[in-house]
């Protein structure tokens, strides 16, 4: 499984943007990046996914570099609801088609008035 | 939202004692996995299942088994339950192996506390 690196806590404040960098040095070739948001008290919920290049969605934006080593979610005007941990996850199935993601800690993304 | 289901959603048992969580999903997803949720160590997989009777083991799956009899049931059991194993237990479901297909949904989440 490739592993990820990515800062434990952002602050930031409503209206300005956020961006959480994560490194997964060995990405393999056939990795997707998948990033995921969780709320206290509930299951995380999937945010947005890319290969290479950039993606957008309505609720964020996927920026990953050429050498797809690292990847950064940018989450534009962010609220108080927005405060949750974000998980960047590296993976795609194995050769026996089996498929195990583990998310490690995550960051903690606290926004305030 | 996904159709899965977590039962039960609380349970405080004593150590020793055998304790049982069962994911009921309704979308007749191929995948499903186990997880549990510990502060400082994010989620971390304990077992998955890549079909019916077909599993295998996670990051942290000792003192943990599994079983999966039909598609819509994935069974967590903890055959003698220890005060390490306290955690909150999340189930989660996916249709496909990874990939822009690989999305996983997640239960509510079971609580258990072991004294």
């Known amino acids: 499984l490739a592993k990820t690196t990515q800062p434990i806590s952002m602050d930031s404040y409503e209206g300005q943007e956020v961006n959480i960098t994560c490194s997964h040095n060995n990405i393999a070739t056939n990795d997707y990046i998948t990033w995921y948001q969780q709320f206290p008290s509930q299951g995380p919920r999937f945010i947005i996914q890319?290969?290479?290049t950039k993606v957008t969605n309505e609720v964020a934006s996927l920026f990953i570099p050429a050498d797809r080593k690292s990847s950064t979610l940018s989450l534009p005007r962010v609220s108080l609801s927005d405060t949750a941990v974000y998980y960047c996850?590296?993976?795609?199935?194995?050769?026996?088609?089996?498929?195990?993601?583990?998310f490690g800690a995550g960051t903690t993304v606290t926004v305030r008035a | 939202d996904a159709g899965i289901t977590q039962s039960p959603r609380h349970k405080v048992t004593e150590t020793g004692t055998p304790v049982t969580l069962r994911c009921h999903q309704t979308?007749?997803?191929?995948?499903m996995y186990w997880y549990r949720q510990d502060p400082g160590h994010g989620l971390r997989l304990i077992h998955y299942s890549y079909g019916v009777k077909d599993t295998d083991k996670g990051e942290v799956s000792d003192g943990y088994s599994v079983s999966r009899s039909k598609t819509e049931d994935f069974l967590l059991t903890l055959e003698s339950a220890t005060s390490s194993q306290t955690s909150v237990y999340f189930c989660?479901?996916?249709?496909?192996?990874?990939?822009?297909?690989?999305?996983?949904?997640f239960g509510e989440g079971s609580r258990l506390t072991v004294l």
């Open positions: 996850l590296v993976g795609d199935a194995g050769p026996s088609n089996d498929y195990k993601l583990s």
């Open positions: 989660a479901i996916s249709e496909f192996a990874g990939g822009p297909t690989g999305e996983l949904f």
């Open positions: 979308e007749n997803h191929r995948y």
């Open positions: 890319g290969y290479k």
